[in-house]
């Protein structure tokens, strides 16, 4: 009954380790694959502008507590 109970034990611990190892290699494989697509095709890098360039803090601010006080 220990041999079955140990059978079973390092078949299941077997199946999990060899599951972990596949996962491993499928997501280093992944991110060689994204990496290279990155090279062919980059991203494009937006720039943000501010609405407000002239705006001064305090205004924002301002809004920010009215808009706090309206919401309650």
């Given at each position: 009954m220990?041999?079955?109970?140990?059978?079973?034990?390092?078949?299941?611990?077997?199946?999990?380790f060899s599951f972990l190892?596949?996962?491993?290699?499928?997501?280093?494989?992944?991110?060689?694959?994204?990496?290279?697509?990155?090279?062919?095709?980059?991203e494009e890098v937006k720039t943000v502008v501010n609405a407000m360039p002239n705006a001064n803090n305090d205004v924002e601010l301002a809004i920010a507590i009215a808009a706090a006080k309206l919401r309650k």
């Open positions: 220990l041999n079955e109970g140990l059978t079973l034990m390092a078949t299941g611990m077997g199946t999990v190892v596949l996962l491993w290699a499928a997501v280093s494989i992944m991110g060689k694959v994204v990496a290279y697509l990155n090279k062919i095709f980059p």
